[in-house]
């Protein structure tokens, strides 16, 4: 019996299979992303909002300048000392079930802000009576929103170690760094509508603490802490991550303190970033009740410029990121990359606000705090790059270390500005005057940031006495 194929099966061409697009990665890891940035986005979409509904709430809650200094700062200082334990628990437990937990906590607090009414303590002849009950209650309240947001971005970081490569962590770190300042750009326009909407600021809180809750729904059912778990992501998507790095999966072993503590590194990151802190919270805080009692404006203009400052601050960031890797791909020379990149915007930072304070057309004004924001945000890839070179597999821990070091800054910011207006007000100053002085320290602190820079060596580990491998690209 014949073994031969019939002709026609003979000549017929061999079937055709698809191995290229088998090969291809998928894009689950952008998908990742999307969610980072959507997070990013609503954080700063819920801690911006309150900068526009500050004048009402202050005279709501019967709430002074010095005291609403403190309002401003209760948030800080939750965020500066929950941030290192919850970075280290993403570290530990993973960054899915911590994200969960800070979203829909920080949620709750947004709509809780809004449900606090003025009440005095005490009877007539108590020891408590005048004692003004609702200032205390909203800075719990913030204090309790900070505990929230605590470790956001130490997660954030960590989970962008973990689903890209190093030699794309630049971008993607820039691009959710700059959604975040959308939402701080977004927040006042949409706040300044549904204040205006409904007439009172208290829906508005209502309304931005629900969108985190569907962020968080969405993220914890779709997202997974490993890439190679993901049931959406095939081998050449996980080769691919898994390009030019080792392995930073979950962290069981304990941080090196004995290295850490000593590193010049990470005392000169974290005063950087108290630099950089001090301005975005002395914005976030008092730029639109400036506009308003230094210049006159009123209605939506103080929302529209805030969110003006914000979008170049988003933009700053965005370049950024791509200036940042640029750098490096053309020099080779990560170190002098950023220390260069870094220095020239803080310059930059510190020459617009002097300007600010002394331009009379308020256009300009704000033209320049606007210029001055987005020098600020120019180089916080850098910081986060480096940032993250230097943690080894403790980003989430360490990365909340050094970011909340800058809690100095962050913390003291309203609560300066709230005095030093108040002590020029009373000193006879009005307008411009009682504002505009202030803008001179926040000035120096940018010229300090610049010396800092100087000496940090994004190439010299915290966790290791060897040096970060040269080999690893703009992250």
Sequence with gaps: ??????????????????????????????????????????????????????????????????????????????????????????????????????????????????????????????????????????????????????????????????????????????????????????????????????????????????????????????????????????????????????????????????LVLPSANLWLMGGIMGCGSAVFYMLISWYPNYLEEAHGLKGKLPGFFMSLVMAGGATGCFSGGWLSDWLIRTTGERVLSRRIQACLAYAGAGTALVLAAQLHDYRLSVLCITLAYFFVQLQIPCWWGTVTDISGSHVGALFGLMNSLGALGAISSPIFMGYYVEHLKQAGAVGRAQWDPAFYPYAGLMFLACVFWLFVNPARSLVTRARVSKDVEAV
């Design 1 to 258: 019996m014949s073994t031969r194929h019939p002709d026609h099966l003979a000549s017929s061409p061999p079937p055709v299979f698809d191995l290229e697009g088998s090969r291809r990665p998928t894009m689950v890891r952008f998908g990742v992303l999307g969610y980072m940035a959507a997070l990013a986005f609503v954080m700063y979409l819920d801690r911006v909002c309150i900068s526009v509904a500050a004048t009402s709430m202050q005279n709501d809650l019967h709430i002074g300048k010095p005291m609403w200094g403190y309002v401003a700062s209760s948030f800080t200082l939750a965020y500066t000392l929950f941030e290192v334990i919850t970075g280290h628990w993403g570290d530990r437990y993973g960054s899915r079930g911590i994200l969960l937990r800070i979203v829909l906590w920080w949620s709750a607090f947004t709509m809780l802000t809004g449900c606090v009414f003025h009440f005095t303590l005490g009877g007539s002849g108590s020891w408590l009576a005048g004692i003004n009950a609702s200032f205390l209650v909203l800075c719990l309240v913030r204090f309790l929103f900070g505990v929230g947001e605590a470790g956001a971005f130490p997660n954030v970081a960590r989970v962008v170690s973990v689903w890209f490569p190093p030699a794309s962590r630049g971008r993607a770190q820039g691009f959710v760094t700059t959604c975040s300042l959308i939402g701080g750009a977004t927040a006042p326009m949409v706040a300044a509508y549904i204040i205006e909407l409904t007439g009172s600021w208290r829906m508005m809180f209502i309304v931005f603490g629900l969108v985190g809750v569907v962020w968080a729904i969405a993220f914890y059912a779709w997202f997974r802490d490993d890439p190679a778990t993901h049931p959406s992501v095939n081998d050449a998507e996980r080769s691919l991550i898994a390009q030019g790095r080792t392995s930073q999966s979950v962290a069981h072993h304990a941080v090196p303190w004995d």
